[in-house]
């Protein structure tokens, strides 16, 4: 993933969050803003609770790299922060895969099978 498609600063997640919609289920919560873009933004939020620091780059590495796999099929006008559960942690990265897209479904950023 590229440098200008995350979303690092404070002010921006707080945008989000504010004017974004959420989506959740068990392991992850999703927040969509649509905006005017060419491509999709990622902000991503894991806490201390999630487990130790080797937990918690693990399931980043999980997110961006389904992110990256369904890039063609996500809205690209969109902004999106995934905020993990601490149930995150002991998945692998098919579980967590699966579980993203189902939220991503409910969220209705990705399309139905």
């Known amino acids: ?3 200008h498609q ?3 600063k404070n002010k921006e997640f707080q945008q ?3 004017k974004g919609k959420s989506f959740a289920n068990r392991q992850f919560i999703v927040y969509v803003l649509k905006v005017e873009q060419p491509e999709f933004r990622l902000g991503l939020s894991v806490s ?3 487990g130790n ?4 780059n693990r399931v980043k590495r999980y997110i961006r790299q389904t992110f990256l796999e369904l890039k063609d099929d996500l809205l690209p006008n969109a902004d999106y922060i995934i905020i993990a559960r601490p149930q995150a942690a002991t998945m692998d990265f098919h579980e967590s895969k699966k579980s993203l897209e189902h939220v991503l479904r409910i969220a209705r950023a990705l399309p139905k099978k």
């Not at 620091?53 to 918690?56: E, L, N």
């Open 1 to 3: 993933m590229n440098k």
């Open 6 to 8: 995350r979303i690092k």
């Open 53 to 56: 620091a080797v937990a918690r």
């Open 16 to 18: 989000i969050f504010k």
């Open 48 to 50: 201390k609770k999630v």
